[in-house]
Antibody, heavy 119, light 110 residues
Framework: QVHLVQSGAEVKKSGSSVKVSCKAY????????INWVRQAPGQGLEWMGG????????KYAQKFEDRVTITADESIDSVFMDLSGLTRDDTAVYYC????????????WGQGTLVTVSS | QSVLTQPPTASGTPGQRVTISCSGS????????VYWYQQFPGTAPKLLIY???RRPSGVPGRFSGSKSGTSASLAISGLQSEDEADYYC???????????FGGGTKLTVL
């Protein structure tokens, strides 16, 4: 079973960008979908997009497609989520989560990365 | 506002059976499998139900899922205090070409 480990908490200024990483331990990375899901304080889960590292295939939620870029580096079993144009509304915990395919459930989750955006 | 509609809260007493609904449309629940996640405060979500009604290894049999048309439900029988958590339904939407979650239901065990 894969173990997803994310990078640490970030504090960013409005207008800047943040890059969060997700490293897979234990295999089962390249051919799976690595999704990014965020959760604002006291709010629900929101899918942002994902990537299949083996093929480089990306999909993004319409809400984020202008601001988010998801990339993968197979050599280090890692996926990265880059979110630009940060506002205070982007303050949230960001999770990576693995799925077998785009339309399947996410069975393995990272521990989450808190991104705080200040003005 | 989520495309998938869940009641914001639900409650029950120990031993009771509780159901949480999730309403969608033809392009999401009506076409694709439904998944349910359980989340405790400060922790990552955990997959509870996949493919509408299947349980991952380790999930107690008290949890069950069902789907009919464009709606789905999560049932918890023999409610226990440790079931107090937030529950989210999720699926894929063919029109939006993306995954989506319901707004979540906070379950309280009285």
């Amino acid at each position: 079973q894969v173990h997803l480990v994310q990078s640490g908490a970030e504090v960013k200024k409005s207008g800047s960008s943040v890059k969060v990483s997700c490293k897979a331990y234990g295999g089962g990375f390249r051919s799976y979908v690595i999704n990014w899901v965020r959760q604002a304080p006291g709010q629900g889960l929101e899918w942002m997009g994902g990537i299949i590292p083996m093929f480089g295939t990306e999909k993004y939620a319409q809400k984020f497609e202008d601001r988010v870029t998801i990339t993968a580096d197979e050599s280090i079993d890692s996926v990265f989520m880059d979110l630009s144009g940060l506002t205070r509304d982007d303050t949230a915990v960001y999770y990576c989560a693995r799925g077998v395919d785009w339309d399947t459930g996410m069975g393995d989750w990272g521990q989450g990365t808190l991104v705080t955006v200040s003005s | 506002q989520s495309v998938l509609t869940q009641p914001p809260t639900a409650s029950g007493t120990p031993g009771q059976r509780v159901t949480i609904s999730c309403s969608g449309s033809r392009s999401n629940i009506g076409t694709n499998s439904v998944y349910w996640y359980q989340q405790f405060p400060g922790t990552a979500p955990k997959l509870l139900i996949y493919s509408d009604n299947r349980r991952p290894s380790g999930v107690p049999g008290r949890f069950s899922g069902s789907k009919s048309g464009t709606s789905a439900s999560l049932a918890i029988s023999g409610l226990q205090s440790e079931d107090e958590a937030d529950y989210y339904c999720a699926t894929w939407d063919d029109s939006l070409n993306g995954a989506m979650f319901g707004g979540g239901t906070k379950l309280t065990v009285l």
